[in-house]
Nanobody, 124 residues
Framework: QVQLQESGPGLVKPSQTLSLTCTVS??????????WSWIRQPPGKGLEWIGY???????YYSPSLKNRTSISRDTSNNQFFLQMTSVISEDTAVYYCARVPAGQWGKANRVGSWGQGTQVTVSS
């Protein structure tokens, strides 16, 4: 059974870079058919789909965030990463990593595996 675990700082200052790691067990991030994804939920709001990296290392970013977002991976340690630059208070959210079946991007009810989520607060 696949498991995903987010890790990273819970507090980031405005204008700095948010960096999160997702460690995967029970499946390889080079397995085809899945998008290894980052999704967030700001307080009181719905899910916001940030982007993903697929089995071949290709990436996709939400148009609203692509200028500040980078997703990369370390296949030897079966991890993938999120970096978001120039953060603002509106980036405060619970951040999730997830395994999304190909073709199901944006469909929360089709996501089979989620991490537990990690709270990131942007504040000075």
């Amino acid at each position: 059974q696949v498991q995903l675990q987010e890790s990273g700082p819970g507090l980031v200052k405005p204008s700095q870079t948010l960096s999160l790691t997702c460690t995967v067990s029970g499946d390889s991030i080079t397995t085809s058919y899945y998008y290894w994804s980052w999704i967030r939920q700001p307080p009181g709001k719905g899910l916001e789909w940030i982007g993903y990296i697929n089995y071949s290392g290709s990436t996709y970013y939400s148009p609203s965030l692509k200028n500040r977002t980078s997703i990369s991976r370390d296949t030897s340690n079966n991890q993938f990463f999120l970096q978001m630059t120039s953060v603002i208070s509106e980036d405060t959210a619970v951040y999730y990593c997830a395994r999304v079946p190909a073709g199901q991007w944006g469909k929360a009810n089709r996501v089979g595996s989620w991490g537990q989520g990690t709270q990131v607060t942007v504040s000075s």
